[in-house]
């Protein structure tokens, strides 16, 4: 049930945090003497029932306080925004790691659909069927869709319709033994 898979996000939220405080402090050192700006960045994201919520992660691009935030430009192979550190952090998923902070709070699951930005959202809502339905369960930091490939940049509306099915596979079929599986792939 839904209170299981609640208190599974929680319990292993606070064991992977604490398991992963060593590296949490390494990446942080790492950023803030490579790069200015602050170590933790926030996006605004949709959680469960359309509700915003801020998710956290490691910065990995270089800081720029003029940058209009109403103009998301999604990262690209290669992009020239991404400093040296968050090239590493990025490649192994590590900038996700403060997230477990949002599956803490309630805000995030461990396994669900991943969230993406509000104005991916606006966007995909407007030109994907059903879209919106991907938003009847707690985003997760991993996924179907990323297990299966359909991770990274999303370039064509192909490539969100092949995420936005995961999704709904994983929404329609969601199971506690199936949220385990996705996690061990995962690793």
Same mark, same amino acid.
């Given at each position: 049930?839904?209170?299981?898979?609640?208190?599974?996000?929680?319990?292993?939220?606070?064991?992977?945090?604490?398991?992963?405080?060593?590296?949490?402090?390494?990446?942080?050192?790492?950023?803030?003497?490579?790069?200015?700006?602050?170590?933790? *960045?926030?996006?605004?994201?949709?959680? $469960?029932?359309?509700?915003?919520?801020? +998710?956290?992660?490691?910065?990995?691009?270089?800081?720029?306080?003029?940058?209009?935030?109403?103009?998301?430009?999604?990262?690209?192979?290669?992009?020239?925004?991404?400093?040296?550190?968050?090239?590493? $952090?990025?490649?192994?998923?590590?900038?996700?790691?403060?997230?477990?902070?949002?599956?803490?709070?309630?805000? +995030?699951?461990?396994?669900?659909?991943?969230?993406?930005?509000?104005?991916?959202?606006?966007? *995909?809502?407007?030109?994907?069927?059903?879209?919106?339905?991907?938003?009847?369960?707690?985003?997760?930091?991993?996924?179907?869709?990323?297990?299966?490939?359909?991770?990274?940049?999303? !370039?064509?509306?192909?490539? +969100?319709?092949?995420?936005?099915?995961?999704?709904?596979? *994983?929404?329609?079929?969601?199971?506690?033994? !199936?949220?385990?599986?996705?996690?061990?792939?995962?690793?």
């Amino acid at each position: 049930s839904k209170k299981i898979k609640r208190l599974v996000d929680f319990s292993l939220g606070i064991c992977f945090l604490l398991f992963f405080m060593p590296l949490f402090l390494l990446v942080a050192l790492l950023i803030k003497f490579s790069s200015k700006g602050p170590i933790i *960045y926030y996006q605004n994201r949709y959680g $469960l029932n359309g509700k915003v919520f801020k +998710m956290y992660k490691f910065r990995t691009m270089f800081f720029n306080p003029k940058l209009d935030h109403s103009k998301l430009i999604q990262a690209k192979k290669g992009d020239k925004r991404i400093t040296f550190i968050g090239r590493i $952090l990025r490649r192994y998923s590590l900038d996700e790691l403060p997230q477990l902070l949002n599956v803490i709070k309630g805000e +995030m699951s461990l396994v669900g659909p991943r969230p993406h930005a509000t104005q991916h959202n606006e966007f *995909y809502r407007k030109v994907i069927t059903g879209y919106m339905q991907r938003h009847s369960n707690l985003p997760g930091m991993t996924g179907l869709a990323q297990i299966e490939g359909a991770r990274g940049e999303t !370039n064509t509306i192909k490539k +969100m319709k092949r995420r936005i099915q995961y999704d709904m596979e *994983y929404n329609n079929e969601w199971n506690l033994l !199936n949220d385990f599986l996705i996690l061990i792939k995962t690793i």
